[in-house]
């Protein structure tokens, strides 16, 4: 049996209490459990029917280069946006999501004597 580590009591009271997802049982052991072979799994956000012909033709594509670190500039990306927006690929600045990209604002635009206002209804990790 795993025991809590000890630096878990330094944590804040409400993230000590925060309780792990647990996912349920995997189909081969409800097959099993059940004696029944057509299970169709529709927790944790996963699909029955697997990705589309399209996105799996895409994804072993890309095996070939799976040594190498992708382009952190994006500039296959960039040079399609920009193409498709009509404006230079300066203009355009790529993220791992939004809060990577309002992080990325915020770095660059404030300091010390420089304020931003928001919205108090926005996402826990913007407030």
Known sequence: ????PEFINAAL????????????KPIDA???ELGISDIIKLASN???VGPAPGVQRVLESGFDDL???PDGSGHVLKDALSAHLDVTPAHITL???SND?????AQAFLGPGRNAVMSAH???IYT
């Open 122 to 124: 926005a996402f826990a």
């Open 30 to 32: 409800l097959q099993r």
């Open 101 to 105: 990209l309002l992080n990325l604002v």
């Open 67 to 69: 040594s190498l670190y």
């Open 46 to 48: 996963e699909s029955p």
């Open 95 to 97: 993220g791992n999501g």
């Open 1 to 4: 049996m795993q025991s809590i």
């Open 13 to 24: 009271p409400a993230v000590r209490g925060l309780m792990p997802y647990e996912p349920g």
